[in-house]
């Protein structure tokens, strides 16, 4: 799943093209129809010729909504950069093309629109001028497209380039911490709270807790959609809707972001790598006053430049950002500064959450910013592990291509500092410490958390449908979490050792979940016990009761099930069991026609009650004849 974003000049085009390719008109405030213009961001679905389908979001182009044109291409992962055959490259080409740069989005095309009002060498010319104005950026290499929105001319090429481009792009790791940066917040009649966003880094599912970052007001997830179906569980990159439950819209604004709670913590101060882009109108001096953007939120801020005084266009420079207002930031995450007027530059954040404000000119602190730049084996191994969830030690040493012995003084001191989890693949107790790490399963934090938090959540929305039932069995669970045998087995383990799940006879339940009848309920139990006890040996087979509650009384051996029809209360069979026993030791063998004289029964009760005790491993059975089983 992927998600598009347009960019370009106003009036090039954009929303045009987008309604050409997907049918879906983008600007959908009243103001923007009245205006022919995009004031907020605009979206829409496209179906690619390959089935795949990606999500657009549209931006405005008028330098007056920069802001919301940057809360949109925070998290694209293809940027259509729009300029109009007309009037080729112009002052927001260059802006947005800066901020493309900058975010170093992974693809892009540049589309020539409007080619219907102009003739070919006209679009040569432009063509010549795009070239000449992306050479030195990110987005040299794209592939350039004419297209025009009103004859249709060219969309079937951009359609096909799009889709080769994404075809061959990395899906988004799925194995970090979920977070949704609100672009939308409304209400529907109804359903409730709702929020919009293109989620990144991990996995949101239906009933599970979240918390929105920075305000910590928490709810819970009632429904997911994307492209306008409802989904229980999504994957990162792609554009969706949150029905929240436990959250009124008042509680939330663009910017904020949706993650699952206790995990993000939010910062007023942060360690990056800035470079000021080539296009910018201005250098920036140390200490000064910018505002600062990253995914859809923004704020005032003041950078310290660390190892200069000032820097100018295309240098990059190791600061702090003194953040006005907390935001919830994750290191490798982009960012962009503005002026009040222009786009200065931006990079990546390397610590989300340095302890203190460093020294200027400090050698100490610029190899310490050189290293964060580069990652130690402790985070090569956080990456390898988030990459795929969990990951045994041999894969591990594979995938770092460290050696066994670095890798397990790494892990040992992750593990004491509870970076990573691990859990063990055998239950061989008598291993050293190094045979330990050998044989382990190993999750970062961040994966073990989202595991742990699926699971919760599964388990509680179970609990919730099915009050009565003990727990959900073991072999579903491990379907849902989609966990091979040997880590779930270790998981389960991990999590009843600490008590935070309890395991009862191939069920898995939460500690507080405790199966109790209501006063309805037991009435409808007590006189279906009643009713089974009346018919003796052979208890009637026609009084049915809610399924839940017979599940309920045989899961706590109220009721033995002998066959799928035949039920017995536990003291009728025990009695039974001991008259046959008694029989067996004076007779040796019984036949199900003496069982019938035995009990005053028939054979539609004693060929299951007989074949049960087979099972039981009370009888053997040879030919028509059974007898008691050795011991
Ligand atoms: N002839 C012609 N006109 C076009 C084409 N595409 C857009 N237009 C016209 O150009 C004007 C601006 O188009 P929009 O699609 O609103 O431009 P935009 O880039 O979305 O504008 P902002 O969102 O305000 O930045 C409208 O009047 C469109 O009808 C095209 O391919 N050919
Ligand atoms: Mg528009």
Redesign the pocket.
Known sequence: MFVLGTA??????????VKALTNIDP?RLPEEKAR???VDLGFADLILPSGNHVSIV?V???EKFIKNMLSGVGSIDLALL?VAADESVMPQTIEHLSILDTLKIPNSIVVI?????VDEEIIAVVKEEIIETIQSTSIKNSPIIS????TLDGLDALKTQIDSMLISSEPPINFKIPRLPIDRCFTISGFGTVVTGTLIDGPLRISQEIEIANTGVRGRIRGLQSHSEKVEITQPGVRLAVNLSGISKSEINRGDILTIPNTLQSTKIVDVQLTISKMSPQTIKHNQGITFHAFTSECNARVRILNASNLSQDETGACQILLQEPLTLVKGDSYIIRSSEYTLGGGIILDPHPKRRHKRFDDSILNHFLSLESGDDKDVIIESINKVGNISFADLCKSTNLTNQLCIENLTSLIEDNSVIQIRNTIDSALAEEEIRQDGIFFSSTSWNMIKNSCYAILSNHHELFPLRPGMRSQELRNRLELKQSTFTGFIAKLTGELSLLEIQNYIKLPDHNPVLDSKSLETAKSYLAELTIGDYSPSTEYKIENEILEYLIFARKIIRVSESILYPVEILDKMNSILINYLTVNDTITVAEARTLFESSRKYMLPYLEYLDQQQITIRTGDYRSLRKN
Do not use: Y
């Not at 370009?8 to 929303?15: A, D, M, N, Q, T």
């Open positions: 370009g000049h106003v009036e090039h085009g954009k929303s045009s093209l600007d022919e213009m995009t549209d405005p182009g008028h729009i629109t409007k080619c219907d009002l297209v025009s929105s009103v």
